[in-house]
Structures are given as C-alpha cells and as structure tokens.
C-alpha cells in the first residue's frame, strides 16, 4: 500500500517536471502538412501572402514560385532562393512533415526544402524566417487555376 501511495505521489511530480522541461509546442508547428498532399494541389503559381510581400519582402517587382505538373519549376524575385531567377525540379519529400524538394540540377547538393502546412487544400508553404524559436515565417499561397 506504500508503494502505491508513493507511486501516486512521484508520478504526478515526474510528468509535470518532464513537461516544464521541454519547450512550449508553437500551434503553428502543429498546422504543418502531415498527411501526402497530391501534387495537383502543389503544382501551380505561387505567391507570397500580403502580410509576407508587407512585412518581409518590401520590394517592388515579381515575386512567383511556378511548380509545373511535370515536375520542374522556376522562380522569380523570391528572397529565399540564391541565384533568383532560376529553374529547375520540384518533388514532395517527407521527413518530420511533407515538404517541396527545389532542385536546379542533378549536381544540386543545397536543394531548397519549403515546408508545406494545412492538413487540406489549400495548403500554405511556410519558410522560416531568422531564428526558428522566434516563428516568424513568410507564406506563400497557390494562385487559383
């Protein structure tokens, strides 16, 4: 019967450490895709959000990221993308959430990873901006067909 009661005692004190030692989850984290998405909802023109070209690109100009059915794309006055304009292959590629692969070539080692949230079309492509912990983000949406 000690057992019991010192277990019940512990058990609660050892989850509530456990909790206040790890980081707060950001709800933002939870809206990443988890699910595959089909391509027919990625493939398209897509843009940044208005508070993203207000708040974090500012520049006059075209800013596009095409992603076409048959799997290549171009890009054009994006921030996130060394060497803009440029082109090359896209693919949806998974590792903790689903996210598009930007590739300009086979001999393409950095590729770009764009983080995909939503659980549903339409999704978002969600790229992170400065330090992670702080969650600022620029969104780019998919232009309607």
């Not at 609660?12 to 030692?21: D, E, F, K, V, Y």
């Not at 089909?38 to 959000?49: F, L, S």
């Not at 590792?95 to 950095?110: G, H, N, Q, V, Y």
Request: proline letters at 9%.
């Amino acid at each position: 019967m000690k057992s019991l009661f010192a277990t019940l005692c512990i058990l609660p004190i050892a989850l509530l450490t456990a909790c206040l030692n790890n980081p707060p989850i950001n709800p933002a984290e939870l809206n990443f895709t988890w699910t595959q998405p089909e391509r027919r909802y990625i493939a398209g023109t897509w843009v940044p959000t208005k508070e993203t070209l207000r708040k974090h690109i500012q520049t006059p100009g075209k800013h596009e990221l095409v992603l076409r059915e048959d799997g290549t794309f171009s890009v054009t006055g994006m921030p996130f993308f060394p060497g803009d304009p440029g082109s090359g292959i896209w693919s949806l590629t998974k590792d903790e959430s689903w996210k598009i692969a930007l590739d300009r070539s086979e001999f393409d080692t950095r590729g770009r990873r764009l983080r995909l949230r939503g659980q549903f079309a339409p999704y978002l492509i969600h790229i992170t901006v400065g330090d992670p912990d702080a969650w600022e983000a620029m969104l780019f949406e998919r232009l309607p067909n």
